[in-house]
């Protein structure tokens, strides 16, 4: 994102990062470092290629207008508005590539949606539901998610602090239709979610 962003741009980073702080399958992936020493830097620099995408629909304020002439110049010089579906699918091979995780819980196609809907209120001036994402972000700050790991033959793991959760257990029980993700290993084998609602994860082995 440019140093001289733009009203819409800075509105709309905002929510994606605190969107993508409140991604249950981001926040485990970083938590545990999945990406690598850089897992954070990771997550910074996905919300920065969500934001580029939609950025690149915005035409240069530079090259708007024509010195000599009232009418925009070049309008073909902006790309389309990215969908949903070009988002999800963004993410989901972002998250394979970077932290070696394969979703199929569906929480791609919520990011995606609501990046979308992000940026549409950022372009009318909106601040509502990123208010809202901003709220629940700092809530969580300092809370490790719910879930085991299950690495064949190692121990499994469980979150130590997992009294500081909601009783639901849930970190996005706000939106009500993203659940703790279920993530899968090299086989695409399908993680497992107990009774007691915490997910097993199966991770890639030698890791």
């Known amino acids: 994102m440019a140093s ?14 605190a969107r993508l702080a409140i991604w249950p399958a981001l926040r485990i992936a970083v938590h545990q470092n999945w990406g690598g020493p850089q897992s ?6 996905l919300a920065g290629v969500i934001i580029d ?6 035409p240069p304020v ?8 009232s009418a925009p110049m070049h309008p073909s010089h902006t790309l389309p508005e990215p969908d949903i579906e ?8 972002i998250m394979d590539d970077e932290f070696e995780i394969a979703l199929e819980d569906g929480s791609a196609f919520d990011v995606a949606r609501d990046a979308v809907r992000l940026w549409n209120d950022a372009k009318e001036g909106k601040d509502g539901y990123v208010k809202d994402l ?10 490790m998610p719910q879930y085991e790991v299950d690495a064949g ?9 997992s009294g500081n959760e909601d009783e639901s257990g849930s970190d996005s029980e706000d939106f009500g239709k993203e659940v703790v993700p279920q993530l899968l290993n ?10 007691d609602g915490f997910t097993t994860v199966k991770r890639r082995g030698g890791r």
């Open 134 to 143: 901003e709220t629940q972000a700092d809530r969580m700050k300092g809370k």
């Open 53 to 58: 995408e939609f950025e690149a629909s915005l």
């Open 86 to 93: 070009y988002i999800e699918t963004m993410l989901l091979q």
């Open 186 to 195: 090299h086989a695409k084998e399908v993680s497992d979610i107990d009774e």
């Open 62 to 69: 530079s090259a708007a207008f024509d010195s000599y002439q």
């Open 4 to 17: 001289d962003a733009s009203p819409i741009s800075v509105l709309f980073a905002r929510g994606i990062l």
């Open 153 to 161: 033959s190692a121990s499994d793991w469980e979150d130590s602090d």
């Open 40 to 45: 954070a830097q990771k997550q910074r620099w």
